[in-house]
């Protein structure tokens, strides 16, 4: 039988992509994630021949079976709780962010031939990022600082990834953006990208790009290696140039609200994304396919005829999300992502912080 693929996470938008991926070239895929009813929905829509073991990763018993019963060449890390969620739920994310990290490399350690270990880390480990006072794009050695629970965990994943015996890559992750329109328009996601500075800046990337990485990671030579995954260079965006310029391409014209600049005489008062230098990744992954302009295109195409009536309600959906908006009614100058985070899924903090 084939070496498998063991990738956790295997149902969220990084996961199911990089799963199709995986099988599309032809890989053997064990797709692992927890069992509950979206879940085996999703798996009913996987490609024939992925395998699937519903798996609570939190439970290092259940770790080392998975890992002994599918022995696989390479593990795709990507099960996590990511913000805001994370900020709800503390020490569940914990359990998740880290403590599975830790079985899945003592459960990989402990194989005949242990796995290739590939980590989905994040930019959040670097910190609050002011575009008026740092100038240099993110590198592998720019030195983390993370300001949130979320690039703590990640942090802490990383120390204990390059801890391990087994070899390892690690994907620092910049915008994940894909162009289904269900995504998109979901207010969770409408509302936490709405109270980030406007000004902030951000490298996007096509999830069927950040598919193809992982996957190349679990052979590229790169062993060792931490690589940032962002887009092309068109991918270098700010923060409010996003959501608008989506909802624009499906026919939503001055349909998203602007929200906030962020405060150029404060350091912490940003959010963790910036631009990056994603040579090294490109030369040895070979993952970047889908432009930023491509992306738009895409989108307006999978609108279709729906394009005329979503421009129609363009006004009335300006209004409803200006309403539901983080900072509406308020008269601040500046946006205070931290603060809006706080009042509406608690401290984002790292335990260290909150001392």
Do not use: C
């Amino acid at each position: 039988m084939a070496d498998a693929v063991l990738v956790t996470g295997a149902f969220g938008l990084v996961g199911s992509a990089t799963v199709k991926r995986l099988a599309t070239d032809g890989r053997r895929v064990v797709a692992t994630d927890l069992d509950v009813p979206a879940n085996r929905k999703a798996a009913a829509k996987l490609p024939s021949g992925v395998e699937v073991r519903y798996v609570d990763l939190t439970v290092p018993a259940a770790v080392d079976a998975l890992m002994a019963e599918v022995a696989p060449s390479a593990v795709i890390h990507l099960a996590a709780i990511i913000p805001p969620f994370a900020y709800m739920r503390r020490e569940l994310a914990e359990k998740v962010n880290v403590g599975a990290t830790a079985s899945l490399l003592a459960a990989a350690a402990k194989q005949p031939s242990p796995p290739r270990f590939v980590l989905a880390s994040s930019i959040a480990v670097y910190g609050p990022r002011s575009p008026h006072t740092l100038h240099d794009v993110l590198t592998a050695d720019t030195p983390v600082n993370p300001a949130d629970l979320y690039g703590a965990h990640k942090a802490e994943a990383e120390k204990l990834v390059r801890a391990t015996p087994v070899d390892w890559v690690i994907l620092r992750l910049g915008g994940v953006l894909t162009v289904d329109a269900g995504s998109v328009m979901n207010l969770d996601n409408l509302y936490f990208e709405g109270l980030l500075p406007i000004d902030g800046r951000i490298q996007t990337v096509d999830v069927r790009d950040v598919a193809r990485a992982f996957a190349a990671a679990t052979t590229a030579d790169a062993v060792g290696e931490t690589l940032l995954i962002g887009g092309d260079d068109s991918h270098r965006l700010v923060q409010g140039d996003i959501a608008p310029a989506m909802a624009a391409a499906m026919g939503l014209v001055g349909g998203m609200p602007t929200g906030l600049r962020g405060n150029p005489d404060s350091a912490g008062d940003w959010f963790s994304t910036d631009w990056m230098d994603t040579g090294r990744a490109q030369e040895v992954l070979d993952y970047q396919r889908h432009s930023w302009p491509d992306m738009l295109v895409e989108a307006a195409d999978k609108a279709g005829l729906k394009r005329h009536l979503l421009r129609v309600a363009a006004p009335f959906t300006h209004e409803i999300f200006k309403r539901r908006a983080a900072y509406h009614g308020r008269t601040e100058p500046y946006a205070d992502p931290w603060g809006a985070i706080t009042a509406k899924w608690g401290d984002p903090r790292p335990e260290r912080s909150m001392k």
